[in-house]
């Protein structure tokens, strides 16, 4: 499999080269030809020409139909019909051809798609063609009209054919040891590629086994605040103090709002991102069913275009958040309806703002009601934790702006 692969790299590179050569070489062929018939009252219709243009048309052909032929039969059908040329040259003008050039791109071409030993035959069999065709001049068996007996001696046909060996001998070992290069360049690119591959392998099945442990970690520890808090629960039913109750009452909800943060990791397939609106709406709705015991009318609404936080400050805000929701609950409200309460989370530059509100009746003496609430005291601190900047506003109603710097990963939005 890993050999077919390079294999079918290498033949996709001679491929493009043989097309190129194709097109190229027999648009060149064209414009020789046309050269060649001039001056027109020189032109005679002889048995080259129809060869010369069955030679181009075949060329051209190939080249049309070039993905549906192999390579070996492209590369044998431009070898023999340059094999053809060269015969017909020579036969018209003997050792004065202009197409010598013929028995250096014959195993040129030869060499790009086999190996050394079928190139040394092919250009053997071109060689022994070239010296037969000499002898026959030599013998004075075939003639030209171009060609002169006493500049064409048989030693020279020799001579061309030593300087034409030496000069593709250079060219085609140049381009074999050039064809191996490519080929163990691609084999060895290959390795290195197999060896991503499987390291990429490796690397995803660890982050696999890891994001299912950290599923694992956030659904157990939601489960064992759910427990704690059943038993905070269960202990409420034993205590007849209402202000002790009210506090047991406000822990479960503390630690339910931790647990729905993994709640929500647990279930996301980013564990470190909350979709923090949902998060928002859901735990307003388990402070309100638990904490709004006279069925006041209470409107909550967000403005939230901060997609995900992280859980480094998914948490802080959650718990944050809960006892803001929890003290207008009960004590900011002192009207059955028409209450509201609206949270807005948007990003400022770098910072992400927050603002809480309600329209209940306030806080008269805000710095020294938040001195004695167990509640304001947490809220002090985990603001301070998020290194968050606070104002507030307590005349008529109650509302808390802060802001605090974003992570890169929060950084977004909502389209």
């Known amino acids: 499999m890993h050999s077919n692969y390079v294999t079918q790299e290498n033949a996709d590179l001679k491929q493009d080269l043989i097309d190129k050569v194709l097109l190229v070489g027999t648009s060149i062929g064209v414009f020789v030809f046309l050269i060649s018939l001039f ?59 202009p197409d010598f050039i013929l028995m250096v791109l014959i195993p040129f071409f030869t060499i790009l798609v086999y190996n050394l030993r079928v190139m040394l035959i092919v250009f053997g069999f071109c060689s022994v063609l070239f010296i037969g065709i000499g002898h026959l001049y030599h013998l004075e068996i075939i003639s030209s009209p171009d060609y002169n007996i006493a500049e064409g001696s048989i030693f020279r046909w020799y001579e061309t054919l030593l300087m034409l060996s030496v000069v593709t001998f250079v060219i085609t070992l140049f381009v074999s040891k050039f064809n191996d290069r490519v080929y163990n360049l691609i084999l060895n690119l290959e390795k290195q590629n197999k060896e991503l591959v499987k390291s990429q392998t490796l690397i995803e099945e660890n982050l696999n086994e ?16 759910a427990v704690v808090s059943g038993l905070l629960s ?66 909550f609404s967000t ?61 008269h003496d805000f710095e020294s009601a938040s001195e004695k609430s167990l509640g304001f005291t947490l809220i002090k601190s985990l603001m301070q934790q998020i290194e968050a900047e606070y104002e507030y506003e307590t005349e008529n109603k109650f509302q808390l702006s802060f802001s605090f710097p974003a992570e890169v990963n929060e950084q977004t939005f909502k389209s």
Request: proline letters at 1%.
């Open 303 to 363: 403005d939230i275009s901060v997609d995900r936080l992280s859980i480094n400050h998914g948490v802080p805000l959650g718990i944050i958040f809960n006892e803001l929701i929890t003290n207008s609950v009960k004590y900011g409200f002192e009207e059955t309806q028409g209450n509201q309460i609206l949270i807005s989370v948007k990003q400022v530059g770098e910072n992400i703002k927050v603002v809480y509100s309600d329209n209940g009746v306030g806080i």
């Open 210 to 225: 890891k994001n299912v442990l950290l599923q694992e970690i956030h659904h157990r520890v939601k489960n064992n605040l």
């Open 234 to 299: 269960l202990q409420s039913y034993h205590v007849e103090n209402e202000q002790l109750k009210m506090v047991l009452e406000k822990s479960m909800n503390r630690i339910l709002s931790i647990a729905k943060v993994h709640e929500m990791l647990y279930e996301s397939k980013k564990f470190n991102n909350i979709p923090f609106e949902e998060y928002i709406q859901e735990l307003s709705e388990i402070i309100l069913s638990s904490m709004n015991q006279e069925n006041k009318e209470i409107k």
């Open 39 to 97: 001056p027109l009252e020189n032109f005679l219709l002889n048995a080259d020409f129809f060869f010369d243009i069955l030679g181009l048309g075949v060329l051209f052909t190939t080249y049309f139909f070039r993905d549906r032929i192999s390579l070996e039969v492209k590369m044998n059908t431009i070898n023999v019909i340059l094999i053809m040329l060269l015969i017909s040259d020579l036969l018209e003008n003997g050792i004065n051809t």
